[in-house]
T-cell receptor, first 115, second 115 residues
Framework: AQSVTQLGSHVSVSEGALVLLRCNYS??????LFWYVQYPNQGLQLLLK??????LVKGINGFEAEFKKSETSFHLTKPSAHMSDAAEYFC?????????????FGSGTRLLVRP | EAGVAQSPRYKIIEKRQSVAFWCNPI?????LYWYQQILGQGPKLLIQ????????DSQLPKDRFSAERLKGVDSTLKIQPAKLEDSAVYLC?????????????FGAGTRLSVL
């Protein structure tokens, strides 16, 4: 079964520092990949998605992610963290072999931004 | 454009009681999803509808959970009777047209506390 691993339940960075949130998937067939952000007491909002086009995907709020098939990874980065980036981030996959196209989420990474 | 609407936002009940959640998807979205998000975990799909038909309910605890989507628009998720472990946020999402790679839009969720 498809699964998603997010390394690090909490990541803390200083304002202005690089943000790196890790995501690895388990599948021999590259899935569709998504990053969602969740602010407190809100639903999930799509940051970006990979659907087998360009391997470097740019999203909203200055975030981007790179699909690396050899590493089965889809890490999320942002060059300079802002206080407003503090939130929980979820990586999700959609298995190409699953006819329901459902999303399988990782356990999430909470990003803390220090002033 | 109006987003996915959910109500109530919060619900507190005692174990063995019943509870129902309501979701109104984005207009025109044929696919509707109910997810359960337990504290500290990523969302887990409970049930997926395409119009008013069930596509995937493999992870729905059918002995106590039920869901319907009459007329292919609004949906209701019910728990009867509730258990302590049902305490979670219940998220509704919708997408158009529900194909691989299509974006799921999430509501703010209903936070359920079972005492």
């Amino acid at each position: 079964a498809q699964s998603v691993t997010q390394l690090g339940s909490h990541v803390s960075v200083s304002e202005g520092a690089l943000v790196l949130l890790r995501c690895n998937y388990s599948s021999s067939v590259p899935p569709y990949l998504f990053w969602y952000v969740q602010y407190p007491n809100q639903g999930l909002q799509l940051l970006l998605k990979y659907t087998s086009a360009a391997t470097l995907v740019k999203g909203i709020n200055g975030f981007e992610a790179e699909f690396k098939k050899s590493e089965t990874s889809f890490h999320l980065t942002k060059p300079s963290a802002h206080m407003s980036d503090a939130a929980e981030y979820f990586c999700a996959v959609s298995d190409q072999r699953d006819s329901s196209y459902k999303l399988i989420f990782g356990s999430g990474t909470r990003l803390l931004v220090r002033p | 454009e109006a987003g996915v609407a959910q109500s109530p936002r919060y619900k507190i009940i005692e174990k063995r009681q019943s509870v129902a959640f309501w979701c109104n998807p984005i207009s025109g979205h044929a696919t509707l999803y109910w997810y359960q998000q337990i504290l500290g975990q990523g969302p887990k799909l409970l049930i997926q509808f395409q119009n008013n038909g069930v596509v995937d309910d493999s992870q729905l605890p059918k002995d106590r959970f039920s869901a319907e989507r009459l007329k292919g628009v609004d949906s209701t998720l019910k728990i009867q009777p509730a258990k302590l472990e049902d305490s979670a946020v219940y998220l509704c999402a919708s997408s158009f047209p529900g194909t691989r790679g299509s974006i799921q839009y999430f509501g703010a969720g209903t936070r359920l506390s079972v005492l």
